[in-house]
């Protein structure tokens, strides 16, 4: 069976495509437009592998997703295709709307023209939708976690972007009969992901003995989740996943902001044959919070386990571990993606957020 993995040269969709290779499943297409996110060095060692072809194309070119789905027999999607950034949505929610739901809307489209050309054939077709656990809003501090049947009420404009696609895709099950399963996932974190995220921007800037800034108090609570494992999960709903149906995968591993720096900070100490992690945790600096920056996130991964079997492998501290040794060990690939771009962008958003130190 062929897969289409969209959005394969970013940070999940390029783990994902490299464990999928690596666990020799079959074929598997990778469609990206290569923005600023995607990244085909994370795929260099695959880049000759008889089971992978890469195609540079836009989700929203609905013909040209047709165009692949046929020339290679594609039997399953797996979207990763997404503007995925809280503070990029924040400048630029234009960027968000159109990839993540008119892009949405022009995958869905791609796949129900196709899925109408298989005839019976189509009954074995799957889409997964992977989304976020940023749909369901914010959490009490003593709030249960959100289950798959928790409303959604977003908060920012990527949130709402990703919102509005999961509910597009809930209307192509019910009104067309899309096989379509989504999955909600909790904040992913590993090898290969962009250096404007919290944990690889605070690797980063920690062994460069810069500032790390953290958003308000750093109370943010958020449930973490290593990319291998969501991978894992993944491939356990494409292969047994109920159609129509959602899941929610998490980590189960609540941590406030602050202390996901400090456990940092305390990794990098130890990979620096001591010293004491008091040099990194002095660089720590709170700035003003985001607008809009929701309190709590947490996941209720009951459902997956209990009907999949499906769950993490790694805990916070095993993969934090691993995830700060990555970055260490490629630094070349961190100066890579840090175009001239993301520099000017990084320091204009933390620009705006004044110390409050």
């Not at 940070?11 to 996110?37: H, Q």
């Not at 196709?114 to 009954?123: I, K, M, N, S």
């Not at 290593?226 to 149906?245: T, Y």
């Not at 008091?278 to 709170?286: A, K, P």
Request: aromatic share 10%; charged share 25%; with cysteine.
């Amino acid at each position: 069976m062929a897969i289409l993995v969209t959005g394969g040269a970013g940070f999940i969709g390029s783990n994902f495509v490299l464990d999928w290779l690596r666990l020799g499943l079959g074929p598997v297409v990778n469609l990206d437009k290569l923005t600023y996110a995607g990244n085909l060095k994370n795929l260099a060692s695959v880049s000759d592998h008889p089971d992978y072809h890469f195609v540079r194309a836009d989700i929203c070119d609905r013909d040209a997703v047709q165009a692949v789905l046929t020339e290679h027999d594609v039997m399953a999607v797996i979207n990763f295709a997404a503007e995925t950034h809280v503070d990029r949505s924040i400048h630029s929610p234009g960027e968000f709307l159109r990839t993540n739901v008119q892009g949405m809307f022009a995958l869905l489209e791609a796949v129900r023209g196709y899925v109408d050309g298989l005839g019976g054939d189509g009954d074995a077709f799957r889409l997964i939708n992977v989304s976020t656990d940023e749909v369901y809003g914010s959490l009490g501090p003593n709030d249960p976690p959100f289950t798959e049947t928790s409303g959604y009420y977003p908060s920012s404009p990527y949130s709402a972007s990703k919102a509005a696609a999961d509910h597009l895709c809930r209307s192509y099950f019910v009104t067309y009969g899309l096989p379509i399963v989504t999955t909600n996932c909790s904040n992913n974190y590993g090898p290969y992901q962009f250096p404007e995220k919290l944990i690889p921007l605070m690797i980063r800037n920690a062994t460069r003995g810069d500032e790390l800034p953290v958003y308000g108090d750093g109370g943010n609570v958020r449930d973490w989740l290593f990319v291998g494992d969501h991978c894992a999960a993944i491939r356990e709903v494409l292969e047994c996943g109920r159609v129509g149906e959602t899941y929610n995968i998490g980590g189960n591993a609540e941590r406030t902001n602050i202390e996901v720096v400090e456990a940092l900070c305390d990794i990098l100490a130890d990979f620096a044959d001591g010293g004491g992690s008091s040099r990194y945790r002095d660089l720590i600096t709170f700035v003003t919070d985001r607008p809009g920056h929701d309190r709590r996130y947490a996941v209720d991964a009951c459902k997956i386990r209990d009907e999949l079997g499906w769950e993490p492998t790694e805990s916070f501290e095993s993969g934090l571990r691993r995830t700060v040794k990555w970055y260490l060990d490629n630094e070349a690939w961190i100066q890579s993606v840090e175009t001239g771009e993301y520099r000017e962008w990084l320091d204009a958003n933390y620009e705006l957020r004044a110390s409050t130190s």
